[in-house]
C-alpha cells in the first residue's frame, strides 16, 4: 500500500471514527507502528490532522463535537465507565451531574436504582432520570443550549449551588497532568459547582480524552476524590493522581 493510498485511509477512518488510537490505526491498515507514525507526521505538520497522547483525530473532532454525535463516539467505552460508576451508587442516594455524554451514559445505567435525588443541568440526564422509580429530580435552569439541551450561565451555578449530595458527578473534555479540562467557559464554570457540592468528587471519563489540551482548565486533581476511566492512564497523569491521593476507578 503506498503512503498517498493510506493517508486516504486514514482519513476514512477518522471520518468513521472521530479519534482513533496510533495502535489501532497500525492494525487497521496492516502496518507497523513506526509507518503510521512515518504517514502521520505530515498530516500533523500540515494541519490536517491532530496528534494527541497515542491518538489522532481530525481538526474538526479535536474539539467538542456535536452532542449526538459525541454520544456515538467511543460508546462502548462509556457505558463500561457508567456501568462501574453506576454499581457504587445505592438506592436513596442524592447525585449531581453536569452535561456530558459519560454522564448521559451514567444516568441509564442508574435506571435499576430507587428513590433517587438528582440535580443536573442536562434535560437528557433530567427526562431519563425523572418521574420513574419514586425519584425527585431537580433541573437547572437557564437558556437550554441547542447542541445538549443543557442549561448553563449563572442561573444554573447559582441553583446548583444550593444544593449538596453524596456523588458529584461530572464528565470531562481532556485530562492532563494539569487536571480536568473543558472546551467551554459556561460548561466548565458549571462543572467547576458541581464538583463542589458532593462527598465524592468524581471525574468520568474515557481514555480517549488523556493528553488532551482544553480550553480552560476546570479544576486541578485536589478538586476531585476519584477518577473513572476504561483504560490506566499515561505515566504523567498516573503520577500527578498519585500525588494528589486520587482513587482511580477502571471500568
Do not use: W
Not at 62 to 84: L, V, Y
Not at 188 to 211: N, P, Q, W, Y
Amino acid at each position: 500500500m503506498t503512503p498517498s493510498k493510506r493517508h486516504r485511509d486514514i482519513f476514512r477512518l477518522l471520518q468513521r471514527d472521530g479519534t482513533i488510537t496510533v495502535a489501532e490505526l497500525a492494525s487497521k491498515l496492516g502496518v507497523s507502528l513506526e509507518t503510521v507514525r512515518r504517514d502521520l507526521k505530515p498530516l500533523a505538520g500540515n494541519g490536517s490532522v491532530v496528534k494527541m497522547h497515542g491518538a489522532v483525530g481530525l481538526p474538526s473532532v479535536a474539539g467538542e463535537a456535536p452532542f449526538e454525535k459525541r454520544m456515538r463516539e467511543n460508546s462502548e467505552a462509556k457505558k463500561t465507565i457508567a456501568a462501574a460508576v453506576a454499581a457504587t451508587i445505592r438506592d436513596g442516594d442524592s447525585i449531581m451531574m453536569d452535561t456530558g455524554t459519560t454522564t448521559s451514559f451514567l444516568a441509564r445505567e442508574l435506571l435499576s436504582r430507587r428513590r433517587l435525588t438528582v440535580v443536573t443541568n442536562s434535560s437528557d440526564i433530567a427526562r431519563t432520570l425523572a418521574t420513574v422509580n419514586d425519584n425527585r429530580v431537580y433541573m437547572a435552569g437557564g437558556e437550554l443550549r441547542s447542541d445538549n439541551g443543557a442549561a448553563f450561565g449563572t442561573t444554573a451555578i447559582e441553583f446548583a449551588s444550593r444544593f449538596s449530595v453524596t456523588h458529584a458527578i461530572i464528565s470531562a473534555g481532556a485530562v492532563n497532568a494539569r487536571g480536568v479540562m473543558d472546551y467551554d467557559l459556561e460548561e466548565a464554570e458549571f462543572a467547576r459547582m458541581v464538583l463542589s457540592r458532593g462527598k465524592r468528587a468524581i471525574v468520568v471519563t474515557d481514555s480517549s480524552k488523556f493528553g488532551r489540551e482544553g480550553l480552560v482548565l476546570v479544576c486541578g486533581f485536589a478538586a476531585i476524590t476519584e477518577l473513572a476511566t476504561d483504560k490506566p492512564p499515561p505515566s504523567d497523569i498516573a503520577e500527578a493522581l498519585d500525588t494528589a491521593g486520587i482513587d482511580l476507578l477502571l471500568a
